[in-house]
């Protein structure tokens, strides 16, 4: 413009023909035109590139309009924000991947990991408070399944077959693997503590019968049989079998 401006001062003082001038003027607007634009064009670049955000939209339309101002793709106004959106769309598939794992993580571990990556991106969209609230639930109902196996571990150790039933009923009722070690080995109690109560109830019953006739030794072998199947020898079957002998 300077190059110009001196032109246009020296032809109107060499008497150059209005017209020619006039001309002249019109061709350092347009010139200003495109300067301004050029300028504008790269403060929008230098702005865009420098604030670093996530919209590639921004970055498209601050690169095209430097494109239709002639800005030069080696400038480095353009450089910075072609830099920018590199590191913008990087970022942007980075999150899409972990809202995507937040989505489709199915176990503890997998939520675990998702929602760690998650916090690291500072994250806070619907898939994030979705998988929290997944894994508070599954973290909810392990503690529940935890809890039956230890009471299936208790009830195995127990001669209770109350306490064995009931800690068989809420391992099934919370999900707990009905064919791990802990269930198994509680449904192999139970079966024991039934068979156990079966003999008692046979025994006891011969103990009747044969308290009722007057073959002795009959009698004795029914009282034997009885207590060797933990019949309770306070029992008023056992007291009347021993009070007859």
């Known amino acids: 413009l300077d190059a110009i401006d001196a032109a246009l001062a020296k032809a109107s003082e060499a008497g150059v023909a209005e017209d020619a001038l006039q001309k002249a003027k019109v061709k ?107 894994l508070a639930q599954l973290q909810a109902d392990k503690a529940k399944r935890d809890e039956a196996e230890e009471a299936l571990q208790t009830a195995s150790a127990s001669d ?26 509680c449904k192999a109690k139970k079966d024991a503590l039934e068979a156990q109560a079966k003999a008692r109830a046979a025994a006891t019953a011969s103990l009747i019968e044969a308290r009722g006739g007057d073959a002795l030794d009959i009698l004795e072998r029914a009282l034997d049989a009885a207590l060797a199947s933990g019949v309770d020898p306070d029992s008023d079957e056992v007291l009347d079998a021993k009070a007859k002998r």
Not at 111 to 117: G, Q
Not at 161 to 175: F, K, N, S, T
């Open 160 to 185: 209770s077959l109350a306490q064995v039933d009931e800690a068989l009923a809420r391992a099934e009722e919370v999900g707990v693997d009905m064919s791990g070690a802990a269930a198994t080995a």
């Open 28 to 134: 350092r607007e347009k010139v200003e035109e495109v300067l301004e634009a050029r300028s504008s064009a790269v403060m929008n670049l230098e702005m865009v590139g420098a604030e670093e955000g996530d919209d590639i939209e921004a970055y498209d339309v601050a690169l095209e309009a430097a494109t239709k101002a002639r800005v030069a793709d080696d400038h480095s106004a353009v450089q910075l924000c072609q830099k920018a959106r590199a590191a913008a769309v990087e970022r942007n598939a980075t999150k899409k991947a972990a809202l995507e794992a937040c989505t489709s993580a199915s176990t503890i571990e997998e939520l675990e990991k998702a929602l760690s990556k998650a916090t690291e991106l500072a994250l806070v969209e619907d898939e994030v408070r979705d998988a929290a609230d997944r």
